[in-house]
């Protein structure tokens, strides 16, 4: 069983940075971020591998957005910069505890966090 808690949401300006982090329990494979906005699906972020730490992202946040993961602390994080009015959105850790191919599909994710709200104010 596979346990996430996300923290570090809120509000920010448009152009500034905000950190969020997801404390993890259990065995993952992978790990990941997804967003969904008012009105809008689910949509993927960016997605890491737990044992190699490779990196997936979604276009929409190339450059901006960066995954990492602390082993040792059980931690996903995602340091979000140069924000815009459109990331804002609940976000939401996911992981998944078997092997294959990972990628920003949602439907191939078993595990999520409860979500924490961020906002960007222009």
């Known amino acids: 069983q596979v346990q996430l808690v996300e923290s570090g949401g809120g509000s920010v300006q448009a152009g500034g940075s905000l950190r969020l982090s997801c404390a993890a329990s259990?065995?993952?494979?992978?790990m990941g971020w997804f967003r969904q906005a008012p009105g809008k699906e689910r949509e993927g972020v960016a997605g890491?591998?737990?044992?190699?730490?490779?990196?997936f992202y979604a276009d929409s946040v190339k450059g901006r957005f960066t995954i990492s993961r602390d082993n040792a602390q059980n931690t996903l994080y995602l340091q979000m910069n140069s924000m815009k009015s459109e990331d804002a959105a609940m976000y939401y850790c996911?992981?998944?505890?078997?092997?294959?191919?990972?990628?920003?599909?949602?439907?191939?994710?078993?595990?999520w966090g409860q979500g924490t709200q961020v906002t960007v104010s222009s």
């Open positions: 996911a992981a998944r505890n078997y092997g294959g191919t990972c990628n920003l599909n949602s439907g191939t994710w078993n595990y």
């Open positions: 259990g065995y993952r494979y992978c």
């Open positions: 890491i591998y737990i044992g190699s730490g490779s990196t």
